[in-house]
Nanobody
Framework: QVPLVESGGALVQPGGSLRLSCAAS????????MKWYRRAPGKEREPVATITNSGDTKYTESVEGRFTISRDNTKNTIYLQMTSLKPEDTAVYYC?????????????WGQGTQVTVSS
């Protein structure tokens, strides 16, 4: 079973909005720090947004004020609400779940969903 499954990617015009979802099939989802990453064509993968298990959020500067990360622990799902999209937001978006204990580290990735911003 794939631990993380992203959905919601699409072709959208500049200035448009899109909501990505990431459904998790992992135990104790609520303890994980969840992140969205993206990889644009020809570029390295970069972190976009983070939400901790306590709900604290952080964003990369280029999306601050335009993107919102959220989580629903009752559905084992996180979301990325994207507004005012720009062509430079075009990328494959990946979901990541991470949790560390004294004894173990847990790190899961989804397969990605394509977001294309173009007129």
């Amino acid at each position: 079973q794939v631990p993380l499954v992203e959905s919601g990617g699409a072709l959208v015009q500049p200035g448009g909005s899109l909501r990505l979802s990431c459904a998790a099939s992992i135990s104790a989802f609520n303890v994980y720090t969840m992140k969205w990453y993206r990889r644009a064509p020809g570029k390295e993968r970069e972190p976009v947004a983070t939400i901790t298990n306590s709900g604290d959020t952080k964003y990369t500067e280029s999306v601050e004020g335009r993107f919102t990360i959220s989580r629903d622990n009752t559905k084992n799902t996180i979301y990325l609400q994207m507004t005012s999209l720009k062509p430079e937001d075009t990328a494959v978006y990946y979901c990541n779940a991470a949790w560390s204990t004294v004894e173990s580290e847990y790190d899961y990735w989804g397969q990605g969903t394509q977001v294309t911003v173009s007129s």
